[in-house]
Every structure is written in C-alpha cells, then in structure tokens.
C-alpha cells in the first residue's frame, strides 16, 4: 500500500484517512487526496511514503463527519491489512478501465 493509494480512496469515497507518524505527530489525507501534518511547523526531517510502511493503525472518518447528521456513520479504526483490503477493492478494475479511457 502506497500513499498513492490512500489518495485515491479518500478522493472516491469521500473520507478523511488519519495515522500516527513515528515522530509522534499525525497525518491526515483529506476527501481531496491531499496529505498534510497538522503540527508540522518546519521543512520535514521524514518522507510519508517512508513513514507509511511502519504504520499499523489507521484512522478512517466520512470526510463530512462534522455536520449536524446523525445517520451519518463515524470514525471507525483499521488495522494495516483492512486498510490494504480497503485500498485494493475494486481499485484494480477501476484502474484498469481509467488506463483505457486515457
């Protein structure tokens, strides 16, 4: 699993994806596919991509978690392998027929 992929879930079903950085800080990958650590302050010392592999836990909310409607669902936690399986499902035909579209 690659941030790439992460990106690309988080653009298609509209959710925000959130994990512990080794330094203590987090990263959040917003609905529009883009990485950002919040505390972050200074030119990093890390490389997310690098940083992902270590990660096991992973934090995945609807990206319009904050509005005032409870049938929303909430924030539910994914280990590494359901986020793998979330990122790879039906990533792979969809995938493939952007490729041929191009």
Known sequence: ???SDLRKV????RLRIRF???NG???V???HGIAQVPALRAVPSFNLE???VSVRAFVVEPADAGEKDKGKPKARSYTRDEMTVLTTAGGGA???HDEHDD
């Open 50 to 52: 690098e940083e992902l």
């Open 29 to 31: 990958v917003n609905e």
């Open 1 to 3: 699993m690659k941030l």
């Open 94 to 96: 969809e995938a493939a």
């Open 10 to 13: 988080t653009v298609r079903k």
């Open 25 to 27: 800080m987090e990263c």
């Open 20 to 22: 512990p950085l080794s």
